[in-house]
């Protein structure tokens, strides 16, 4: 009995930063001066190999159109 309260406090932790994020969205948005931010020119290679590295064969080919709610890691 006691595995399945464990589950459930678990299952509680990932609820709780999503409410937040969604009622202080303040806290996400970058501030108007921080638009100067360059991302890195090998960003999108970066992403990719970690993308197929989390999914591995199951990857479509257009590993961008992965359906990322579908996958709880």
């Not at 921080?34 to 990857?59: A, I, M, T, W």
């Amino acid at each position: 009995g006691a595995s399945r309260k464990e589950e459930r406090e678990m299952e509680a932790d990932w609820a709780i930063p999503e409410k937040e994020e969604r009622s202080e969205p303040s806290l996400i948005c970058p501030l108007p001066q921080n638009r100067s931010y360059l991302p890195p020119k090998d960003l999108q290679s970066c992403l990719e190999s970690h993308v197929r590295e989390v999914f591995g064969p199951s990857l479509p080919k257009d590993w961008q159109q992965t359906p990322l709610q579908e996958n709880r890691l």
